[in-house]
C-alpha cells in the first residue's frame, strides 16, 4: 500500500491545519494508522494513532487537546485536524499504517509510510 500526506503549509501561531493521509494500492481499513513528525535536528516522534475502526485513538501529551485523529474508510483516508498550532509544532509530518489493527507510539511497528508534508508555524 502507499500512503500520501498532504495539507502541510505556512501558518502562524493559533492557526488550525488539516492533514490527509490516502491510501492506494489497496485498502488500509484494518490497519492502525499512527501520524510521526520530525523537526529539524530532532528524532522523529510520535503525533498519535488510530485503530482500524476509529474507535481508539492515542495522542501525544504535547498535542493532546489540540490535534484530533481520524479516518473515513470510504476514502480510504485519516486525518490530522490540528488547532492552536505552536511553533513548536514545526516539523515533517508522517502518516504509517501500522502492521495490525492497533498501533502503539513506536515507529517499529509501522510498515507502511507516506513521504512526509512539511509543516511550518510561524510565531
Known amino acids: 500500500v502507499q500512503l500520501q500526506a498532504s495539507g502541510g503549509g505556512l501558518v502562524q501561531a493559533g492557526a488550525s491545519l488539516r492533514l490527509s493521509c490516502a491510501a492506494s494500492?489497496?485498502?488500509?481499513?484494518?490497519?492502525?494508522v499512527g501520524w510521526f513528525r520530525q523537526a529539524p535536528g530532532k528524532e522523529r516522534e510520535s503525533v498519535g494513532v488510530?485503530?482500524?475502526?476509529?474507535?481508539?485513538?492515542l495522542y501525544a501529551d504535547s498535542v493532546k487537546g489540540r490535534f484530533t485523529i481520524s479516518r473515513d474508510s470510504a476514502k480510504n483516508t485519516v486525518y490530522l485536524q490540528m488547532n492552536s498550532l505552536k511553533p513548536e509544532d514545526t516539523a515533517v509530518y508522517y502518516c504509517?499504517?501500522?502492521?495490525?489493527?492497533?498501533?502503539?507510539?513506536?515507529?517499529?511497528?509501522?510498515?507502511?509510510w507516506g513521504q512526509g508534508t512539511l509543516v511550518t508555524v510561524s510565531s
Open positions: 504509517a499504517a501500522a502492521l495490525g489493527p492497533y498501533g502503539g507510539n513506536s515507529s517499529s511497528g509501522y510498515r507502511y
Open positions: 488510530i485503530s482500524w475502526k476509529g474507535t481508539s485513538t
Open positions: 494500492g489497496r485498502t488500509f481499513s484494518n490497519n492502525a
